[in-house]
């Protein structure tokens, strides 16, 4: 059994900044990849930035240069640092880990998603 828990989401004003965080926890041997994605309302969910365990990175286009992704790997825990926020950043934040169980099933785990409002 895997858990994933994401916290932090809240209500930030324009220009203001958050810090997510996300654990994974449970019958887990490695993990390959973590990664931050969102889903506003009547829009698909998205891919906001990604961490693989060698420490690479990828961001969306529209987070580049605001939000940094890290990880402490000893912890299965993966953070995502948000300034600069906008309205259009509103959305529910959902974490992912790609991992490796003891059982060795390779399989992606979601989170239950914590949200971020971004208004005035």
């Known amino acids: 059994q895997v858990h994933v828990v994401e916290s932090g989401g809240a209500l930030v004003q324009p220009g203001g900044s958050l810090r997510l965080s996300c654990a994974a926890s449970?019958?887990?041997?490695?993990?390959?990849?973590m990664g931050w994605y969102r889903q506003a309302p009547g829009k698909q969910r998205e891919l906001v930035a990604v961490?693989?365990?060698?420490?690479?990175?990828n961001y969306a286009d529209s987070v580049k240069g605001r939000f940094t992704i890290s990880s402490d790997n000893a912890k299965n825990t993966v953070y995502l640092q948000m300034n600069s926020l906008k309205p259009e950043d509103t959305a529910v934040y959902y974490c992912?880990?790609?991992?490796?169980?003891?059982?060795?099933?390779?399989?992606?785990?979601w989170g239950q998603g914590t949200q971020v409002t971004v208004s005035s």
């Open positions: 992912n880990c790609y991992l490796v169980t003891t059982g060795w099933d390779t399989r992606s785990y």
């Open positions: 449970g019958s887990i041997f490695s993990i390959n990849v």
């Open positions: 961490i693989t365990s060698g420490g690479g990175t």
